[in-house]
């Protein structure tokens, strides 16, 4: 079998972890086209990537390459109308968070894949992290005994792009770009469980003067098994990227952290090239990451659907998870509107989630 043929969407932050992600450690694939709509911008990352064909319209990349996966690394906003294209055009779609921004958009992309006969991943790093990989194995082993309380939290001080910031092209806040992480990693820990209950606290503290979007976020989440989920979210956090789960369970608990317990300590006088994610300066004490995409699990996730691709199986991660993850979502902007617990399934007729919370 030949190599599976990647087309990407996206020039930018993340469409460049993939790009590094298959070209070390996926040999079974090459990116064979990226799309991107600054023509000097896509052309220099396909150079910089050995990308052989740069284009500025999606549709000419669907007809003109032999691309069998279309990987989606644009803005929110985009993700429907461009996924709806490529499973038109018969791809396997492979689809980073958050899913879309309406459980319309959601149902409509899961649909359309089933008729096509496509398949349709939910890109959540998360559940093929090695590290957080480890901890389930072992909290499945029975190492903390029955699990009564999950946390997971991730930090920075605020998004790279402007279009972040945006309701309409984001849908929402820290709870759209960086809770969702949590609410995917919750259903992967409690799998089989179904979420019953959301209550969310949410504040803008930061970033007010540029988005009425939520950047401080905690959010409740009770599942049918009797676990109760923490989510602690933020773009208000100085100090770099900071993403941990915690485990308890009734014979122990487990910790783990993805960047600072993962990197080297060092103190520069001077500082230095990059020390992690959104951490600003190098100089003085900081914490120096190292092979940050595997260690957050993006090659395996990629290295995973490409051979669901090739070998015709289902991902372990599905369009139908990023649904649910929505959902709660959903529930979590109804919970700070009313300030009460919200049951789940809730579900709302919007344009994008915050418009539950602001209307
Ligand atoms: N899994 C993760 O942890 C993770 C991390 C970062 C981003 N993401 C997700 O990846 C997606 C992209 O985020 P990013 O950080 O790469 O954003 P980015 O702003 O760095 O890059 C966005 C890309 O889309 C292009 N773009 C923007 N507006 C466009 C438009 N109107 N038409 C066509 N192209 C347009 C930009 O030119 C750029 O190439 C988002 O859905 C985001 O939530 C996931």
């Known amino acids: 079998?030949?190599?599976?043929?990647?087309?990407?969407?996206?020039?930018?932050?993340?469409?460049?972890?993939h790009a590094?992600?298959?070209?070390?450690?996926?040999?079974?694939?090459?990116?064979?086209?990226?799309?991107?709509?600054?023509?000097?911008?896509?052309?220099?990352?396909?150079?910089?990537?050995?990308?052989?064909?740069?284009?500025g319209d999606i549709d000419a990349l669907l007809a003109g390459e032999d691309i069998d996966i279309v990987d989606m690394c644009l803005p929110?906003?985009?993700?429907?109308?461009?996924?709806?294209?490529?499973?038109?055009?018969?791809?396997?779609?492979?689809?980073?968070?958050?899913?879309?921004?309406?459980?319309?958009?959601?149902?409509?992309?899961?649909?359309?894949?089933?008729?096509?006969?496509?398949?349709?991943?939910?890109?959540?790093?998360?559940?093929?992290?090695?590290?957080?990989?480890?901890?389930?194995?072992?909290?499945?082993?029975?190492?903390?005994?029955k699990v009564y309380q999950l946390k997971q939290s991730e930090k920075h001080n605020g998004p790279h792009s402007p279009w972040f910031y945006n309701k309409e092209t984001s849908g929402g806040g820290v709870v759209m770009d960086m809770g969702c992480h949590a609410l995917t990693w919750f259903d992967w820990m409690n799998k089989g469980a179904k979420p019953v209950s959301v209550y969310a606290d949410m504040k803008t503290v930061m970033h007010?003067?540029?988005?009425?979007?939520?950047?401080?976020?905690?959010?409740?989440?009770?599942?049918?098994?009797?676990?109760?989920?923490?989510?602690e979210d933020s773009w208000a956090k100085h100090g770099g990227m900071d993403d941990r789960i915690e485990v308890y369970g009734t014979k122990g608990v487990t910790y783990a952290d993805l960047f600072r317990g993962n990197s080297a300590l060092t103190y520069s006088l001077d500082g230095y090239d990059y020390a992690m994610e959104k951490a600003g300066a190098s100089q003085g004490w900081t914490f120096t990451v190292f092979e940050e995409a595997f260690n957050q699990g993006y090659p395996q996730e990629l290295a995973h659907f490409v051979s669901c691709v090739r070998e015709g199986k289902t991902p372990?991660?599905?369009?139908?998870?990023?649904?649910?993850?929505?959902?709660?979502?959903?529930?979590?902007?109804?919970?700070?509107?009313?300030?009460?617990?919200?049951?789940?399934?809730?579900?709302?007729?919007?344009?994008?989630?915050?418009?539950?919370?602001?209307?």
Not at 22 to 32: D, I, K, L, T
Not at 115 to 144: D, I, N, Q, S
Not at 216 to 231: H, K, P, Q, R, W
């Open 1 to 17: 079998m030949g190599k599976t043929n990647i087309g990407l969407l996206g020039s930018g932050f993340i469409a460049n972890i």
């Open 208 to 231: 007010g003067d540029i988005t009425e979007c939520d950047d401080s976020t905690l959010m409740i989440v009770e599942y049918d098994n009797g676990v109760t989920c923490l989510a």
């Open 316 to 359: 372990i991660v599905t369009a139908e998870d990023g649904r649910k993850t929505l959902a709660v979502i959903y529930g979590a902007y109804e919970s700070v509107r009313t300030g009460a617990k919200v049951k789940l399934p809730f579900a709302a007729k919007v344009k994008y989630p915050l418009q539950i919370w602001k209307g």
């Open 76 to 145: 929110n906003y985009l993700h429907h109308g461009a996924v709806m294209k490529a499973i038109k055009a018969g791809k396997h779609v492979i689809i980073e968070k958050p899913l879309c921004l309406t459980l319309e958009e959601a149902d409509e992309m899961i649909d359309a894949a089933k008729k096509a006969g496509v398949l349709l991943m939910y890109a959540e790093e998360l559940c093929f992290a090695p590290k957080y990989e480890r901890v389930r194995a072992l909290v499945e082993a029975g190492a903390v005994g």
């Open 20 to 55: 590094e992600s298959y070209s070390r450690f996926v040999p079974e694939a090459r990116v064979a086209a990226v799309y991107g709509r600054d023509s000097a911008h896509v052309g220099a990352f396909a150079k910089s990537h050995g990308i052989p064909k740069a284009y």
